[in-house]
């Protein structure tokens, strides 16, 4: 519920944050064939069990007016250990961008962590999406999720999202754009935060 008065003069902020730790081990080698089929798993993957959210985060969450997960399953599973039975939304809007890696000869291997570098820049760099989301795609749902989180903030109370690292870093850009300034920063690491204020 959008907060009155005096309240509404100012924008709430706004937190992106990674999802935590997948279940799925990346210390394996992979050829590309192997690691589309990993991602593809990885997707559906849940969190490694064990995990305690950062005590800042479960404080945002309790603060929050608004706070939204992807429909992804790593990122319903954060939402749930840092809400602590709080309501959330999940949307489609939110989920990563797509990783299909190059098509490398099989002599190739490298392990995930790799593999999403590889992957992101020619998807970022050449429009490698195999037949996925494009980049300019992404770029327009980035934009459209910007706007969404900004027309909540705009009611005054602080929004909460709890997605994925490099989608959340596009909808940073465009936060930006908007007029947001970061106030922390905690990179692409699970659980990091990207916290961003304005003035209304």
Not at 139 to 154: I, N, P, V, W
Request: with cysteine; glycine share 8%.
């Amino acid at each position: 519920m959008a907060k009155s008065g005096a309240a509404q003069t100012r924008n709430g902020a706004i937190t992106l944050v990674r999802h935590g730790e997948p279940a799925l081990s990346r210390r394996v080698r992979l050829t590309a064939a192997g690691y589309r089929d990993w991602w593809g798993r990885y997707t559906l993957a849940g969190l490694l069990e064990g995990q305690i959210p950062p005590p800042q985060l479960i404080k945002w969450a309790e603060e929050a007016g608004f706070v939204y997960s992807s429909t992804l399953q790593r990122s319903i599973e954060t939402a749930r250990a840092v809400c602590k039975g709080k309501p959330f939304e999940s949307l489609d809007l939110f989920v990563e961008a797509p990783l299909p890696p190059p098509d490398f000869p099989t002599f190739l291997t490298f392990s995930p962590k790799y593999w999403g570098g590889i992957s992101r820049f020619w998807w970022w760099a050449f429009n490698h999406h195999a037949g996925e989301e494009t980049r300019k795609d992404a770029e327009a749902r980035a934009t459209e999720a910007a706007r969404f989180l900004h027309e909540k903030a705009q009611t005054g109370e602080d929004v909460l999202l709890l997605a994925h690292g490099y989608f959340n870093w596009m909808i940073s850009l465009e936060l930006g754009k908007l007029g947001y300034s970061q106030t922390c920063e905690q990179g692409f690491k699970y659980w990091g935060c990207r916290r961003y204020e304005r003035r209304a």
